[in-house]
């Protein structure tokens, strides 16, 4: 059960292009945005369909797998854990930003996907 304890599993598609940077001793890390949409019937009776943005981040190995392979509008689903980070700007405001780190994605669709 411990697997379960910080667990996020997502299928969406890339809202950009992963951003790849290489640290100083060589590990690489990539970050996204992963938009996921739910479809609902709102009380009037129409279609809606709300979009939630995921930022993901992914370390290591992946990261240059999503350098080669990952492009906008792709989708793929992904296994990851939630993060949360803090830090102060220059004018000393407190910021709180969630991310997604994930440990594996898979490619989902045909792999001639043109949809952007």
């Known amino acids: ?16 292009d992963p951003e790849v940077k290489t640290l100083d001793k060589g ?10 949409s ?3 019937t709102a009380k009037d009776g129409s279609k ?3 979009t939630q943005w995921h930022n993901i981040v992914v370390w290591g ?5 999503c350098e080669k392979y990952l492009k906008k509008g792709k989708e793929i689903a ?3 854990r939630l993060t949360y980070r803090t830090w102060e700007d220059k004018n000393g405001t407190k910021h709180i930003s969630s991310e ?4 594996d994605f898979l490619f989902v669709g045909s792999n001639n996907e043109s949809r952007k």
Do not use: C, H, P, W
């Open 1 to 16: 059960m411990n697997t379960l304890r910080n667990s996020v599993k997502l299928i969406g598609r890339l809202g950009q």
């Open 27 to 36: 590990n690489k890390f990539a970050k996204f945005s992963l938009a996921t």
């Open 38 to 40: 739910d479809n609902y």
């Open 48 to 50: 809606q369909e709300q």
């Open 61 to 65: 190995n992946l990261a240059g797998i």
């Open 78 to 80: 992904i296994d990851g």
């Open 100 to 103: 997604i780190v994930a440990n």
